[in-house]
T-cell receptor
Framework: GENVGLHLPTLSVQEGDNSIINCAYS??????FIWYKQESGKGPQFIID?????DKRQGQRVTVLLNKTVKHLSLQIAATQPGDSAVYFC????????????FGKGTRLSVIA | ETGVTQSPTHLIKTRGQQVTLRCSSQ?????VSWYQQALGQGPQFIFQ???????GRGNFPPRFSGLQFPNYSSELNVNALELDDSALYLC?????????????FGPGTRLTVL
């Protein structure tokens, strides 16, 4: 079935470097995406979202890029800090079907001090 | 402001037993969604409750059921537990149904089925 998935399960970056976390989706009807951060022992936390009529959206130290042609989105974290260490999920909000929000598998980001 | 809380934190059950998990929504929120997160996976939508009524259900069997109370807190009940039910169960509250971009998650209940 159609799903939202991630290219890499783990990512290690040096503190201060930029991080890029990728996500591929297959549902061409997807029109809204959310990135979540999940720290150990906690529930997912909303980071940033993007609608399909946009190709870029910026937040504080984070940028999400959406490429509808290849069904790919990415989360860029600038100047990665130890507090950014977590599992990151992309999620796809759907208007059809009985599952409104579909999460990908997740990428674990480890920041090396 | 009180965040989303869940109880218990951890729970161990055996196959065939029944379990009830509880969630208190954030102040002012009338919608609660429940998710199952297996180890190493993303959360999977179980169902949502809005003003005490079920408002959408994912691909989970009927032995997964829920309730929402007048104060908008919620329960997730699972009957006839199976080994594959072992997971982190998350609830999330939001101001209204459909506000998935504005839902706040609790820390989850870790259920282990032996």
């Amino acid at each position: 079935g159609e799903n939202v998935g991630l290219h890499l399960p783990t990512l290690s970056v040096q503190e201060g470097d930029n991080s890029i976390i990728n996500c591929a989706y297959s549902n061409s009807a997807s029109d809204y995406f959310i990135w979540y951060k999940q720290e150990s022992g906690k529930g997912p936390q909303f980071i940033i979202d993007i609608r399909s009529n946009m190709d870029k959206r910026q937040g504080q130290r984070v940028t999400v890029l959406l490429n509808k042609t290849v069904k790919h989105l990415s989360l860029q974290i600038a100047a990665t800090q130890p507090g950014d260490s977590a599992v990151y999920f992309c999620a796809d909000l759907r208007n059809s079907g009985n599952t409104p929000l579909v999460f990908g598998k997740g990428t674990r980001l480890s920041v090396i001090a | 402001e009180t965040g989303v809380t869940q109880s218990p934190t951890h729970l161990i059950k055996t196959r065939g037993q029944q379990v009830t998990l509880r969630c208190s929504s954030q102040s002012g929120h009338n919608t609660v969604s429940w998710y199952q997160q297996a180890l190493g996976q993303g959360p999977q939508f179980i169902f949502q409750y809005y003003r005490e009524e079920e408002n959408g259900r994912g691909n989970f069997p009927p032995r997964f059921s829920g309730l929402q109370f007048p104060n908008y807190s919620s329960e997730l009940n699972v009957n006839a537990l199976e080994l594959d039910d072992s997971a982190l169960y998350l609830c999330a509250s939001s101001l209204s149904r459909g506000s998935y971009n504005e839902q706040f998650f609790g820390p989850g209940t870790r259920l282990t089925v032996l």
